[in-house]
């Protein structure tokens, strides 16, 4: 019985004094829910992204080469055991309407694939040829909407339209890609102004190219694996090997095929070209083929004329002659009948043969009449029909003149063409003595755009909950000693009672303990359900103008429950043991007596009179009450100086993180934008780059360099690393600036046989001037370099390296691949520069500095929703402190401040004697929180 009536004395306890309890229980909900909330909210991050990621089924590889992906490289990938293939088209191109550039990734519904599967924010997807849903980036969804129609860019030297079975398309829809988690960036590309704006999704068969252009590939145990864990990385690590073997003797392959093929066409090429020269040659000889037999035509046709003028006058000849001989005869017979009719006598024999012979006379006029008749019409018709040859040989002669005059425009153009010929053949065979392997990449998610700075973003948040949640729990232990301490105090009387009523030293303990525990449990449970809920939704909000992610997944880390609630139960039953030790050391008649007051002691201020005498009575009293109280001073003083710790640490985190961009970009990285150049342009190519930047009189400065990306390694986990070698060491510094973190000192010139690193490489690396990294190139055998610099740096981790250093320890000459371009941003359009820029064939790419500052400053922006947590925090920490302090400084004194009220002290002095005090001890605790 008598522990039940202990128990509802407890219970009475908790009733009576609500203030006293709700400061503990505000203390450890604060502290728990901080704790608990930052704790989860990494993983909650990690969470929710890798649900996303599962839910669309975002690839765990990238494959893509130089050449596209044949049906034997998909056939290759389509090997690896556990995992599914996914081949799709792509391309970048222009957007008439609006000039922007677009990557249009093909899609077949029809395909059981569900690889990266799109998330529809309005609208649907293309289900017909002619449609096309865009990526639901601010760039389109300001620019077009659902029912408009796209144009592709045509007629243009990149020929776009090449690439597609038609270049109209009807938006149906707005889309989200796995792929692409950031909201804004996109990526690069080698047209238009040189910066994605965003994506675009059309059918299959709206696309003409022979090959495929990427395959994604994605794990079976992905599903079991959370995104970013080291299980993770591991697999996919394992994976990337895997493909990388698989196509290891592809390039070969590849190029020994398209040699052969290539060179097969060259060969057919001039075996065409011959064929043709032969026909040019053939339809010329039959030409003069055709001519001779005219002119022989002609003269055969001459011949004829003179032969049947001949005829004529051979034949008319002889019948003139006989006429005449006729005609003589006729005249003889008539003058013999003339001789016969004067004849005295008639003879009739004679004159009968007389007619006898004039008759046989006209009958041969008559003949030779019919003879002349007859010639007449023979030689008529061998005119006519030496006429009729001559027509043919005027129209065959026509016809030849024709036909020469097209043969003629003909053979012209044939020569073009052979010449044309000829040039490609030689180009042809140019390409081919230049003729390169094609490159396989194999690319994990940490190339996907914004995959792997959300994990930075979360290690953030994991960072800052290894370390700030320790003053609220060391807080709670020292506000929980100072709340326990009053209480057991101010029942001190009534332990001395239950000590005489015969209750062990367990009972009485018990009272405070349990008081402590269910102030504690209770604060712990909430915060735990507060923190788990409040924290990751507040900051994945703020991250979701960053990221195209769900809301948060929240979730009930158990293992950060028990750390927290032990945590603070330990916090407050240690301070309670504490306390509640003290006073039951001592027996039940001393704890019956009141407690002694404490000894006023002389304070170091009073061995100082010219000061302690200028003080008013207040003063004075308000004085030795801070440090006659020395316990209270001091949780006092650490309470606000743990406030104010958290909140200097939330401004100053806002504020480094605001210049750091400005740092970076303006005052490190002089240069507003980065070519990439094609190596293997020609030297006309190069030429004409070149050209075109002189002709920009805006552009200030330019500098060529050799940017690689690669690893570096100390023995242990390597680091990503950029490494840039200047061509002109001594120009570098009006490009970048190296100067070292500590004092800022510049080095205006890079050493000849040692390295400069960044900063934060060198931290994580753990290396210091003199000490030796590895570089791991892409292209080159592992190297050995010595650090010489340390330098300041904020985004990314850079090695920089003379020329002479480079070729020395990779073997190979120094091959520039980037210009750095200086100018200023105020005269100078980044989106014509970069269409200008682009259009050159020795570009390969543009990035603007712009760009890349605002993604790193979008970056550190949503890191001040953190700043707002931890201010919010602190500050309600403070409010707590100072409230549980002076509930107690009031409690401890209400007889002091009921006597000098009792003395006609006013109740704004009243109000005064007790806040001189805490505004002295909040200003120390201030100056202390500072430091």
Same mark, same amino acid.
């Given at each position: ?65 130089? @050449? ?215 339809? $010329? ?99 006519? $029909? ?320 050799? @940017?690689?990306?690669? $690893? ?220």
């Amino acid at each position: 019985m008598k522990y039940k009536a202990h128990w509802k004395d407890i219970m009475r306890e908790i009733l009576r004094t609500k203030t006293r309890f709700l400061s503990i229980f505000a203390i450890i909900l604060i502290g728990v829910a901080f704790y608990a909330g930052l704790s989860a909210t990494g993983p909650v991050m990690v969470q929710t992204a890798d649900d996303y990621y599962q839910d669309q089924h975002l690839a765990d590889a990238h494959v893509f080469s130089t @050449m596209g992906l044949e049906e034997e490289d998909r056939e290759l990938l389509s090997s690896v055991e556990n995992a599914s293939v996914e081949s799709l088209y792509r391309s970048d191109v222009v957007f008439e309407e609006t000039a922007m550039t677009a990557r249009l990734f093909s899609m077949n519904p029809a395909s059981d694939s569900e690889i990266n599967e799109y998330v529809v924010v309005e609208g649907r997807l293309p289900e017909t040829t002619g449609e096309i849903a865009l990526d639901n980036t601010a760039n389109f969804v300001e620019e077009y909407a659902i029912g408009d129609t796209i144009e592709i860019d045509t007629g243009t030297p990149d020929a776009f339209e090449e690439n597609f079975n038609q270049t109209t398309f009807e938006v149906t829809g707005f889309v989200n890609h796995p792929m692409f988690i950031e909201r804004v960036n996109r990526g690069n590309t080698q047209i238009g102004t040189g910066t994605l704006s965003g994506f675009g999704v059309i059918l299959e068969e709206d696309f003409d190219l022979e090959v495929y252009t990427d395959a994604f590939i994605r794990l079976d145990e992905s599903e079991e694996l959370e995104a970013y864990s080291e299980e993770y990385e591991a697999a996919v690590s394992e994976l990337s090997n895997e493909i990388e073997a698989l196509l290891a003797d592809r390039p070969s392959e590849r190029y020994d095929a398209l040699y052969q093929e290539i060179d097969d066409e060259i060969q057919e090429g001039y075996q065409e070209i011959e064929e043709a020269q032969q026909e040019l040659s053939d339809a $010329e000889a039959q030409l003069t083929e055709a001519r001779e037999d005219m002119e022989e035509g002609y003269n055969q046709y001459e011949e004829g004329l003179e032969e049947l003028s001949n005829q004529e006058a051979s034949a008319r000849q002889e019948i003139a002659n006989q006429k005449s001989a006729l005609e003589a005869a006729l005249v003889d017979v008539n003058e013999a009948r003339q001789q016969l009719e004067a004849a005295p006598i008639e003879d009739p024999a004679a004159s009968a043969e007389i007619e006898a012979q004039a008759q046989e006379i006209e009958a041969g006029l008559q003949q030779l009449n019919q003879a002349e008749a007859e010639l007449n019409a023979e030689i008529e018709a061998g005119r006519n $029909e030496l006429e009729a040859v001559r027509v043919e040989l005027e129209e065959a002669e026509q016809e030849l003149a024709e036909a020469k005059a097209e043969f003629e425009e003909e053979r012209i153009a044939a020569e073009e063409e052979i010449e044309e010929g000829l040039q490609d053949l030689e180009e042809a065979e140019t390409e081919l003595a230049d003729l390169e392997e094609p490159e396989y990449f194999v690319e994990d998610r940490s190339s996907f755009p914004g995959y792997s700075e959300f994990e930075d973003n979360a290690q953030r948040i994991n960072n800052i909950a290894r370390i700030f949640p320790v003053f609220f729990f060391l807080l709670a232990a020292l506000i929980s000693l100072t709340t326990m301490t009053r209480m057991v105090d101010e029942e001190r009387n009534q332990i001395g009672t239950l000590k005489a009523l015969g209750y062990s030293n367990f009972p009485i303990a018990m009272k405070y303990l349990v008081y402590a525990f269910v102030a504690t449990f209770t604060g712990s449970v909430i915060g735990l359900f507060l923190g788990y809920w409040l924290f990751p939704t507040v900051i994945m909000d703020a991250y979701s103008s960053l990221y195209n992610l769900p809301s948060a997944n929240t979730q009930f880390y158990w293992s950060y429950a028990i750390i927290a609630t032990i945590g603070a139960l330990l916090a407050t039953s240690l301070s309670t043991f504490i306390s509640v030790r003290l006073s039951l050391r001592s027996n039940a008649a001393t704890l019956l007596r009141p407690k002694a007051p404490k000894k006023g002691k002389r304070i170091f201020l009073e061995y100082m009179p010219f000061i302690w005498n200028r003080f008013s009575f207040t003063q004075k009293v308000a004085s030795r009450n801070l440090f006659r109280y020395k316990r209270r001073m001091l949780m006092t003083i650490f309470g606000i100086a743990g406030g104010t710790a958290l909140l200097l640490t939330g401004f100053g985190l806002s504020d480094s993180i605001s210049d750091i961009g400005d740092i970076q970009f303006g005052e490190i990285n002089l240069y507003q934008a980065i070519v990439s150049e094609n190596t293997n342009a020609s030297e006309a190519q190069v030429e004409s780059l070149e050209q075109t930047l002189s002709d920009i009189p805006e552009l200030d400065d330019t500098m060529q360099a050799r @940017m690689e990306t690669g $690893e570096a390694h100390t023995g242990g986990e390597g680091q990503n690393i950029n490494l840039l070698v200047p061509s002109d060491t001594e120009h570098m510094e009006d490009f970048v600036v190296l100067r070292d973190l500590d004092d800022e000192e510049r080095i205006h010139e890079l050493p000849v046989d040692q390295a400069i690193i960044t900063d934060k490489l060198s931290e994580l690396l753990d290396v210091s001037e003199g000490d030796t990294i590895e570089i791991d190139l892409n292209d080159t055998e592992n190297f050995e370099v010595e650090v010489a610099e340390i330098v300041e740096h904020y985004t990314q981790h850079y090695i920089y390296l003379s020329p002479q250093l480079y070729e020395t320890q990779t073997g190979q000459d120094l091959v520039l691949n980037t210009r750095l371009l200086k100018y200023d941003e105020e005269e100078v359009d980044d989106d014509e520069l970069g269409q200008i820029l682009t259009d050159e064939e020795a570009v390969q790419g543009v990035s603007f500095v712009t760009e890349v500052e605002s993604a790193f400053q979008d970056s550190m922006d949503s890191l001040d929703v953190v700043t707002i947590v931890l201010t919010v925090s602190a500050a309600s920490l403070a409010f707590v402190v100072l409230y549980n302090l002076t509930n107690i400084n009031v409690s401890e004194r209400i007889r002091e401040l009921s006597t000098i009220k009792v003395l006609g002290f006013f109740d704004k002095e009243v109000t005064m004697y007790v806040y001189r005090e805490n505004f002295v001890l909040t200003i120390m605790g201030i100056l202390a929180g500072f430091i």
